[in-house]
């Protein structure tokens, strides 16, 4: 008889260490103990059998009890819990859960693959009888149970990690109204904000609620739903929760045994999977691995490694010496009809932790097809690739509907052999029209990563517009109808093929930062200038596409420019009038329908496809089109409302996006006129009696249900400002300008009769003795009834105020803010 093995714990780790054990030496005595009743099931699988993808709940049982005994000769004792470790002695104390005994078991050789178990943290509520967590199979059974036997219409789903989205999904497709609080500022925790914010735009358009930088306070249960209410304030009344807010390693056993432990919790292997007793090896979630671009120690609970984890312990228990030689943390999900993967480090990482990997690096971004463009099918994806200054590869994200893991999977190869994006733009991958381009989205990324290190191209990334130099100039390099679809505030517009004409139009003296849509004609535009003399030319990686999807996503959506109104008239009589695209009711039945396939096109193609056939249609006719681009969906609403015509319906089918346009609107039955009834008062002035009578003016409109906007702007900020001196961050001359100003209502003098102060004080005592509320009382009864109280936030800069110093209820605007205000106003005063 062989060494005698003990393995704990089963699922991916413990399983395939058992299996790859036995196929090492048939004579070893395998033991396999599993606290549940199940040694190997697809936990990845579970919440599409909740969802119904996966049809047989048999489908998930990876391997059974009876199956590794007759293949593999493996004693599995399944509800059967290890207790306790005898590392002196080596002896175990196992619980038989089932017959409620405890026994001994001697060991040569001990593998912990203890795994992990959700987190589940003190919050109020939070054993309510309709919140779940998702981690096993008796896990999805209950909730499987609930669902089908309770039917619940809505659920938050608290985390916006893998398995919180993937039951997100499931249960949207269940038809449930579904809601996913996540306390990060972004869902999908290994790819970077922007990145994120695809999968942010996409689960809006499938109406789901998205509750970002915001968590869970309490949950309180009533009548079989649950009042979830967040840090924020915000509450969701659901029939439903699935806790996902994360893991913790299961390294109790080991701790208590007095193995090393790391701050995490994590069992301390070495390079052989091997613990600090010679005797005990750990696999899996609860172990520490090494981070193979960092070479730093890091966790990643990830099937993939786990599995090889189990194939080396074993090879090393068996005799050899085979390094387990660290992890990238390789993952893809799917999101509706997104796939989201990544590999290696990403950027959010580099940021904080960026001594592990060398200070510098660089980002590129591109956004080709998934396949020939000229191929139908052909979809977008956005890939991301970053690399340190010598070009290696330090990891890689995509977001897309189609080949998506499949680019993520050769840079993760790529980087295990540490390539850099030279290597990149050299691999020769596969290539037919229904499966790629002959330049493969590898080396397109590869080219910009290229073009960047050899000086090509100076990049300029989406987050730097924050901190831009007001000098540069941005310079808009796509066809004006792309324009009018969305622009970046403050640029100008010279398409790329009118540059070399109208180049006397720019100054040679000035930087410019060149977009396009997503980049490759804001390279050639860098590169006509530089050629001509042009030494300051940057190029916005990823484009305007990438700009739009993380700067313009508001409760709109829209960018600068992007949502222009259609020039509507209202006459006298009531009804709308707009050119003659305006008729009178035209029944669909009448309607000729004319199809357009724009698949494969790039923007503004389908746009152009739109107009030109919209042109050639009469009145009331319907264009069905189809095309590849999935911010056609976007936009062409944006064209229907600026050209006068009727979006019918959009959305996405099979491996495209569609939408039904009528040319023309009907002529509604009667539109009443449109009457302005706001109310705005721009406040220049600090003084105490034109603060009062601005407040009383507000009140008063407030109170008469109309909406009323108080701009504050100079000495007006004053009024807003709290009484108390708080602790803030300033330049000398901020604190100088500020420290100069009256902190709050109750330091404002009058602007006549001020009397060195004694004013005030005197106008303080009549309103009293006359029962006329405080200015401060004012302005809680404002706040109260709705006012809108907006700070001018340059005005706020010239000030030396900070938001901090401003009261509660206070939302900082600039001159847009003002204007669009004063536009639905019948009434604008200026005090």
């Given at each position: 008889m062989g060494q005698k093995v003990i393995i704990v714990g089963g699922v991916a780790g413990g399983a395939s260490a058992a299996a790859r054990l036995?196929?090492?030496?048939?004579?070893?005595?395998?033991?396999?103990?599993?606290?549940?009743?199940?040694?190997?099931?697809?936990?990845?699988?579970?919440?599409?059998?909740?969802?119904?993808?996966?049809?047989?709940?048999?489908?998930?049982?990876?391997q059974t009890p009876e199956g590794m005994r007759s293949r593999f000769n493996v004693d599995v004792r399944v509800e059967n819990e290890a207790i306790s470790i005898d590392k002196e002695n080596k002896k175990m104390q196992i619980k038989d859960i089932k017959n409620n005994k405890v026994y001994e078991e001697s060991y040569d050789v001990l593998i912990l693959s203890p795994g992990s178990t959700p987190l589940k943290p003190p919050i109020p509520g939070i054993d309510s009888p309709n919140i779940f967590s998702l981690w096993n199979i008796p896990d999805v059974d209950r909730i499987k149970s609930f669902v089908d036997n309770v039917k619940p219409k809505s659920v938050a789903v608290i985390g916006g990690g893998f398995i919180g989205l993937e039951m997100a999904e499931n249960l949207h497709d269940l038809g449930m109204e579904v809601n996913v609080v996540e306390m990060a500022d972004q869902v999908m925790a290994p790819v970077d904000f922007e990145m994120a914010q695809i999968v942010h735009r996409h689960m809006k358009t499938k109406k789901v609620g998205l509750y970002l930088g915001d968590g869970v306070k309490s949950f309180e249960y009533h009548n079989g739903a649950t009042k979830v209410t967040l840090q924020s304030g915000k509450s969701l009344e659901v029939d439903m929760v699935i806790l996902s807010i994360g893991i913790r390693p299961q390294s109790e056993l080991a701790k208590n045994a007095g193995l090393e432990i790391n701050q995490r919790n994590g069992i301390v292997v070495d390079q052989f999977m091997q613990t600090s007793d010679s005797s005990i090896y750990a696999i899996g979630d609860a172990v520490e691995v090494t981070d193979f671009i960092?070479?730093?120690?890091?966790?990643?609970?990830?099937?993939?490694?786990?599995?090889?984890?189990?194939?080396?312990?074993?090879?090393?228990?068996?005799?050899?010496?085979?390094?387990?030689?660290?992890?990238?943390?390789?993952?893809?999900?799917?999101?509706?009809?997104?796939?989201?993967?990544?590999?290696?480090?990403?950027?959010?990482?580099?940021?904080?932790?960026?001594?592990?990997?060398?200070?510098?690096?660089?980002?590129?971004?591109?956004?080709?097809?998934?396949?020939?463009?000229?191929?139908?099918?052909?979809?977008?994806?956005?890939?991301?690739?970053?690399?340190?200054?010598?070009?290696?590869?330090?990891?890689?994200?995509?977001?897309?509907?189609?080949?998506?893991?499949?680019?993520?999977?050769?840079?993760?190869?790529?980087?295990?052999?540490?390539?850099?994006?030279?290597?990149?733009?050299?691999?020769?991958?596969?290539?037919?029209?229904?499966?790629?381009?002959?330049?493969?989205?590898?080396?397109?990324?590869?080219?910009?990563?290229?073009?960047?290190?050899?000086?090509?191209?100076?990049?300029?990334?989406?987050?730097?517009?924050?901190?831009?130099?007001?000098?540069?100039?941005?310079?808009?390099?796509?066809?004006?109808?792309e324009r009018e679809m969305g622009y970046i505030p403050n640029s100008i517009n010279i398409p790329v093929d009118q540059l070399r004409e109208r180049m006397v139009e720019l100054d040679k003296s000035k930087t410019y930062v060149v977009y396009c849509a997503v980049g490759i004609r804001?390279?050639?535009?860098?590169?006509?200038?530089?050629?001509?003399?042009?030494?300051?030319?940057?190029?916005?990686?990823?484009?305007?596409?990438?700009?739009?999807?993380?700067?313009?996503?508001?409760?709109?959506?829209?960018?600068?420019?992007?949502?222009?109104?259609?020039?509507?008239?209202?006459?006298?009589?009531?009804?709308?009038?707009?050119?003659?695209?305006?008729?009178?009711?035209?029944e669909d039945s009448d309607a000729q329908i004319i199809k357009v396939n724009a698949c494969g096109l790039q923007c503004p193609g389908p746009i152009m496809q739109v107009h030109k056939a919209i042109e050639m249609m009469k009145p009331g006719d319907i264009l069905d089109i189809k095309a590849t681009d999935p911010g056609f969906v976007n936009d062409i609403g944006v064209w229907c409302d600026k050209t006068g015509n009727t979006l019918l319906e959009s959305g996405k089918e099979d491996k495209a996006f569609f939408a039904k346009i009528r040319k023309g609107r009907k002529r509604p039955p009667q539109v009443p006129t449109v009457v302005n009834d706001d109310k705005t008062i721009v406040v220049f002035s600090g003084d105490l009696d034109k603060a009062i009578a601005t407040l009383i003016i507000a009140n008063g409109a407030a109170s008469m249900g109309k909406k009323v906007t108080l701009f504050y702007t100079f000495w007006g900020l004053n009024i807003l400002r709290r009484p108390e001196k708080l602790s803030v961050k300033k330049d000398l001359m901020a604190r100088m300008f500020s420290g100069m100003m009256p902190r709050g209502t109750k330091k404002l003098g009058l602007s006549k009769m001020n009397m060195l102060g004694m004013g005030p004080k005197m106008i303080?005592?009549?309103?009293?003795?006359?029962?006329?509320?405080?200015?401060?009382?004012?302005?809680?009864?404002?706040?109260?009834?709705?006012?809108?109280?907006?700070?001018?936030?340059?005005?706020?800069?010239?000030?030396?105020i900070t938001q901090a110093e401003l009261i509660d209820g206070v939302e900082l605007g600039g001159v847009a803010s003002m204007l669009g205000a004063a536009e639905d106003s019948n009434m604008s005063l200026f005090i």
């Open positions: 036995r196929r090492m030496d048939e004579q070893a005595e395998i033991i396999m103990l599993e606290r549940g009743p199940y040694i190997s099931f697809a936990n990845c699988g579970l919440p599409y059998y909740i969802g119904g993808t996966i049809e047989e709940r048999s489908a998930l049982l990876v960092g070479g730093g120690k890091t966790m990643i609970p990830l099937a993939g490694p786990a599995n090889k984890q189990g194939r080396i312990c074993a090879d090393n228990v068996a005799g050899k010496k085979v390094p387990f030689k660290g992890s990238m943390g390789t993952s893809v999900a799917k999101v509706f009809d997104l796939t989201v993967s990544a590999t290696g480090v990403n950027e959010k990482t580099l940021k904080r932790d960026g001594k592990v990997y060398g200070k510098d690096y660089y980002t590129v971004l591109v956004h080709p097809n998934s396949h020939a463009g000229y191929y139908p099918g052909a979809l977008p994806m956005t890939l991301k690739v970053i690399f340190d200054m010598s070009g290696k590869v330090l990891g890689a994200q995509n977001v897309g509907y189609d080949g998506v893991e499949k680019r993520i999977d050769v840079i993760a190869t790529a980087i295990r052999f540490n390539a850099t994006v030279f290597d990149l733009t050299e691999l020769e991958l596969a290539y037919a029209p229904p499966y790629s381009s002959a330049k493969d989205p590898v080396n397109m990324a590869g080219f910009v990563g290229e073009n960047i290190l050899n000086g090509m191209e100076k990049p300029f990334q989406w987050h730097e517009f924050k901190d831009m130099n007001p000098s540069f100039v941005v310079l808009d390099v796509r066809e004006p109808m804001g390279h050639a535009a860098s590169r006509i200038l530089v050629q001509s003399g042009f030494e300051n030319i940057y190029n916005l990686i990823g484009g305007f596409t990438t700009y739009s999807t993380v700067l313009c996503q508001d409760d709109n959506g829209a960018c600068a420019g992007s949502m222009p109104q259609a020039d509507v008239h209202v006459s006298e009589t009531g009804d709308m009038e707009q050119d003659a695209s305006f008729q009178d009711a035209i303080r005592m009549v309103m009293k003795k006359h029962n006329v509320d405080s200015l401060e009382d004012m302005l809680k009864m404002a706040i109260d009834n709705g006012v809108r109280m907006v700070a001018c936030n340059m005005s706020m800069d010239l000030m030396g």
